[in-house]
């Protein structure tokens, strides 16, 4: 189970934090991910933290956005800085338990295991 919260209301330019905690007790062994979804749009990859600890952001948040996973928490994170109006969507946190743990790149929506209900960002222009 996935429990994403922080989303918010914010001005252009300000910072966010998501939260998202995982029940398992196998969380350190998932690739864990924040998607979003935008009115309209389809639900698109913003950061990865695979298990190995590898990190990977979309072109749209890189240099933005920040993952990053405390595993004696079972939470991983998404530090959101120099918010655009584009980012206003749903966010959401997914984990893939299934693969070989060694893959790379960026996580794929259609192959996340578990999903969290969303967490609604709000950047005003």
């Known amino acids: 189970q996935l429990q994403a919260s922080g989303g918010g209301y914010v001005q252009a330019g300000g910072s966010l934090r998501l939260s998202c905690l995982a029940s398992?007790?196998?969380?350190?062994?998932?690739?864990m991910g924040w998607f979003r979804q935008a009115p309209g749009k389809e639900r698109e990859f913003a950061a990865a933290?695979?298990?190995?600890?590898?990190?990977y952001y979309a072109d749209s948040v890189k240099g933005r956005f920040t993952i990053s996973r405390d595993t004696a928490k079972n939470t991983v994170y998404l530090q959101m800085n120099s918010l655009k109006p584009e980012d206003t969507a749903v966010y959401y946190c997914a984990a893939r338990a299934s693969g070989s743990g060694y893959e790379v790149g960026p996580l794929s929506p259609a192959g996340m295991d578990y999903w969290g209900k969303g967490t609604l960002v709000t950047v005003s222009s």
């Open positions: 933290v695979r298990r190995t600890s590898n990190i």
């Open positions: 398992a007790r196998t969380f350190s062994t998932y690739d």
